[in-house]
């Protein structure tokens, strides 16, 4: 019975060698280079809306400064948000550009023209504050909440300067909130 067994059990074992030292023995032909599939994208229609935006982008800022503040994605929901400042006409002339993409518009309190100025004059202003003692760590105003509501202006002690930076800007929406230095991102 042993032996029977040891014979069973080697003929499927010889069998297997044999095919792996005929393959080995077979010349192999080198891997074929073939072209990378494209990158997909995660979110089915991201392309699209980020197509959309870049439309949307240049022609509102070109043609509509005065109350155009941003584009943003909802790309899960698959919604392209324009940011504006309510003016008759302009909702009527964007979403003809980008057919086939669900737009939403958003009502903003300031376009981006006039966003730009007041940060271009707050960051000129840098010495000025700098010689009061106050330090600003950032300047932004497309952020999360604040989108075309206010310039943000990030500080390192906002309870202390908020009243003195707002006093100074009357003629601005300014929101001060707590900021700190920017801390470099490293390779390691």
């Known amino acids: 019975m042993r032996r029977r067994l040891t014979a069973l059990l080697s003929v499927p074992l010889l ?6 030292a005929a393959a080995s023995a077979t010349p192999q032909a080198p891997p074929a280079f073939t072209t990378p599939a494209p990158a997909q994208s995660y979110w089915p229609g991201q392309d699209e809306l980020m197509a959309a ?13 005065r109350v155009y503040t941003s584009v943003s994605l909802d790309v899960p929901a698959g919604v392209l948000l324009v940011h504006r400042v309510p003016t008759a006409g302009f909702d009527a002339e964007i979403r003809p550009l980008v057919r086939g993409v669900t737009v939403r518009f958003v009502d903003t309190a ?21 010689r009061r003692g106050v330090t600003i760590h950032s300047l932004w105003w497309n952020g999360e909440g604040s989108a075309g509501r206010c310039l943000t202006v990030e500080v390192a002690n906002p309870r202390r ?11 601005m929406s300014i929101c001060v909130r707590q900021g700190g230095p920017a801390e470099p991102l490293t390779a390691n």
């Open 53 to 65: 935006a870049g439309v949307v982008e240049d022609h509102a800022a070109r043609n509509w400064s």
């Open 15 to 20: 069998a297997l060698s044999a095919a792996c």
């Open 161 to 171: 300067d908020a009243a003195l930076i707002t006093r100074h800007y009357t003629d």
């Open 110 to 130: 300031h376009s981006a023209r006039t966003l730009v100025g007041w940060f271009e004059r707050v960051q000129a202003d840098m010495s000025y504050w700098q």
